[in-house]
């Protein structure tokens, strides 16, 4: 094959020229990048020839082999990995196939802020590109193990890439840099010198399981003591840090780290971290979660979804286990009782550190909440066995402030006659505060929860009550504020009316009744207490499920004069054509005012404005 040029994708050349041209105050990462790209390389090869007996591979002496040439300033990083193929390449390094890269690059060009730059460069991880912080050119020749031909990939960075076939090409992937003159102003050392080398290794890969070696040497320069199995009095925090950084490719320390080891009839050690930013595809449903498993220390495989639930995606680290087969496969992996008995003990810990966290940090406890809340929410859903330690670690929103509160500090504020925990869910605060659901609410006192995460309206439904008291949404059903019922002289008043709106609105409400909650608003609609919500109806149609029509409840205030002047009005002339109107209208405001949707908007636009043409 002669060599061919082609171009990055549009988003890579961005993310390059951003990595090359922003400011970074420590370049020394990119080694230690490129030393986890091929330590990940060792870690295929090995679990694919335990998978494929037939694959022709060596692996008698797996190990990373660095490389320097001072007089060419060239840094070679070579490992006998599993290698990659040629479109392997062209996916990988001319590509960023991943979602979420274009939101990336608008917040990093946003960023006036130098480490909030480096924040974002972490948060996204881009491995490979780190190298032209510190290279004019790279190149790199890689063979995949099982293949006979391999292939040379080229560039300088700045837009294009040289590809073509190398036939002689090793088992396994070499990257060679052709390095920068060293600049001391921009913290641009000398990465062609032995002593600086030896430093970077030691300093962010000492914990790697392979042996890493300069060139003509058999002594590693890394010690390969796994972290998860040294005590912890004997590991630092900043090699808890940087191991952190290698299995999650994020360049920020983590917020916690967890460190725990179990004997007994099954034996494993654990070492997790709870970041302390939330990764751009959290919420993505290609998004990757698990950690890595080991058995043995025998790397088994990189996101074993198996070891944690859903809601805990954002947890980091390793699982060294035992007792386990190593020729396992994901599908059994899933039904093992080992690892379903893991998993249990590994969400407990991971729950109870957030208890403690939450306990004696308030302030790192809610940068956690501020990044992964809406997650850790969807374990209410999922986790019954756990539901009131989750419940326990909410904070939410209410209209007690603008902070947020949990459910023990709300039941502690409650009034002495309530007995429920009033919430409302809505797509925005905004919304929720600004609802006439809320009228008399406030006026009486009484605090309501604010919830506007979309799986809040799906959480609500299935928790019935926190520490004996009912949750209560004050958008359903009755509600108790401790006032008498609507005097009977009143309801039967007022009769005639609700039943006329009853027959007139019948398409879109199952009842019209006089209301409670209302102290300033002329209307608001409510549902029964076990009807979907609005909100929640719209959800499931976005998410292409068909909804059958809800009716609803329309509540009128019976102290409103347009309340009143409709019945004065019905009660003199019930014929009257444009009472019809003025219901309609009624209706109208009152769903618009919950963020509804109007089911003809021409139509209630067309009323709005002949009524205030009547009115000039």
Not at 229 to 244: G, K, L, N, T
Not at 278 to 286: C, E, H, K, Y
Not at 528 to 555: C, F, N, S, V
């Amino acid at each position: 094959m002669s060599s061919e040029t082609l171009e990055f994708q549009a988003e890579t050349r961005q993310l390059l020229h951003l990595m090359v041209h922003s400011i970074y105050s420590n370049k020394d990462i990119f080694l230690r990048e490129l030393i986890s790209n091929a330590s990940d390389a060792l870690d295929k090869l090995r679990l694919e020839s335990m998978i494929d007996k037939d694959l022709v591979a060596d692996t008698d002496d797996l190990h990373i082999t660095l490389a320097v040439d001072t007089e060419e300033r060239t840094l070679t990083v070579r490992d006998n990995g599993i290698g990659m193929s040629r479109d392997d390449v062209i996916q990988l390094i001319g590509t960023i196939a991943k979602s979420g890269t274009a939101e990336m690059l608008r917040k990093m060009r946003e960023s006036k802020d130098a480490a909030a730059k480096q924040e974002l460069i972490g948060q996204f991880g881009v491995g490979f590109y780190s190298t032209f912080m510190v290279a004019d050119k790279v190149t790199l020749v890689t063979r995949r193990a099982g293949e006979t031909g391999g292939t040379r990939w080229q560039s300088t960075g700045e837009g294009t890439y040289e590809i073509e076939a190398a036939d002689d090409a090793p088992q396994g992937t070499s990257v060679t840099l052709h390095l920068k003159p060293e600049d001391t102003d921009d913290q641009l050392h000398d990465y062609a010198a032995d002593w600086k080398i030896r430093e970077i290794v030691k300093r962010y890969s000492d914990f790697i399981a392979w042996p890493i070696r300069m060139e003509g040497s058999d002594t590693p320069l890394n010690s390969m003591k796994a972290l998860w199995a040294r005590p912890r009095s004997e590991v630092s925090d900043e090699e808890y840090h940087e191991f952190y950084k290698h299995v999650s490719h994020d360049w920020t320390d983590p917020l916690e780290t967890i460190h725990m080891k179990a004997e007994g009839t099954f034996e494993y050690e654990a070492l997790l971290f709870i970041p302390s930013r939330a990764p751009f595809d959290l919420f993505t449903r290609d998004g990757k979660r698990g950690v890595q498993l080991y058995v043995k220390r025998v790397f088994i495989m990189d996101d074993c979804e198996a070891l944690t639930p859903q809601y805990l995606r954002f947890v980091k680290g390793v699982v060294d286990a035992h007792d386990l087969s190593l020729n396992i496969s994901r599908e059994i992996l899933q039904q093992d009782r080992q690892i379903q008995a893991v998993r249990r003990r590994l969400v407990k810990k991971v729950l109870s550190t957030l208890t403690d966290l939450r306990e004696k940090d308030a302030e790192r406890y809610g940068t956690f909440w501020g990044e992964f809340g809406r997650a850790l929410k969807e374990g209410l859903l999922d986790d019954a066995d756990n539901r009131d330690t989750l419940l326990d670690l909410l904070l939410l929103p209410s209209t007690a402030g603008s902070g947020l509160t949990s459910l023990r500090d709300y039941v502690s504020r409650m009034k002495e006659e309530q007995k429920d925990i009033y919430f409302m869910t809505g797509e925005s605060r905004a919304m929720v505060e600004h609802s006439p659901h809320m009228e008399a609410f406030l006026d009486k006192g009484y605090e309501v929860l604010i919830l506007t995460d979309p799986v809040d309206e799906v959480w609500v439904e299935q928790i019935n009550e926190f520490d004996g008291h009912p949750l209560q949404s004050i958008a359903k059903g009755q509600v108790d504020l401790g006032a008498s019922d609507t005097p009977a002289e009143q309801q039967e008043e007022f009769a005639p009316l609700l039943t006329w709106l009853g027959e007139k609105l019948t398409d879109d409400v199952k009842e019209v009744r006089l209301s409670s909650r209302l102290t300033t608003s002329a209307a608001c609609i409510v549902g029964d207490a076990h009807d979907i919500t609005p909100t929640l109806e719209k959800m499931y149609r976005a998410m292409g499920q068909e909804m059958p029509r809800t009716k609803r409840i329309l509540e009128l205030n019976p102290a409103h004069p347009l309340v009143t002047g409709l019945r004065s009005a019905h009660a003199a002339a019930p014929d009257d054509a444009g009472l019809v109107e003025t219901a309609e209208l009624l209706y109208g405001v009152a769903l618009l005012a919950e963020g509804g949707e109007l089911t003809d908007p021409a139509r209630f636009t067309r009323l709005v404005a002949d009524r205030l043409a009547r009115s000039l």
